[in-house]
């Protein structure tokens, strides 16, 4: 059975950091695309961030560009996702998700089939 768990939410004043940790279990997806959304109350869950297959090519939606990381530890089959300079906006739930197969739409949560419990992000102006 595949299992994410993430770790890492919090509170934190802007400007601050956080650094968000998904432990998959159960198959390993060093090959596969593991991403991170996020969803504000009332919203739509948006992808926020996704690292692909063994090379490890990250993307990033606009909105976080040069202030999240990405990051994989295959050997602890762990998704990383670093955030720095946050901003209030950047406050809702974060999900980590895994899919079972290369796909090139790593923006689309229906492309994932794989989710953790989400965890809490806020950030207070």
């Known amino acids: 059975q595949v299992q994410l768990v993430e770790s890492g939410g919090g509170l934190v004043q802007a400007g601050g950091s956080l650094r968000l940790s998904c432990a998959a279990s159960?198959?390993?997806?060093?090959?596969?695309?593991m991403g991170w959304f996020r969803q504000a109350p009332g919203k739509d869950r948006d992808f926020v961030a996704a690292i692909i297959g063994r090379s490890g090519g990250t993307y990033y939606t606009d909105s976080v560009k040069g202030r999240f990381t990405i990051s994989r530890d295959n050997a602890k089959n762990t998704v990383y996702l670093q955030m720095d300079s946050l901003k209030p906006e950047d406050t809702a739930v974060y999900y980590c998700?895994?899919?079972?197969?290369?796909?090139?739409?790593?923006?689309?949560?229906?492309?994932?089939?794989?989710w953790g419990q989400g965890t809490q992000v806020t950030v207070s102006s």
């Open positions: 159960g198959r390993t997806f060093s090959s596969y695309p």
């Open positions: 998700a895994a899919a079972p197969y290369y796909t090139a739409n790593y923006q689309l949560p229906r492309e994932y089939n794989y």
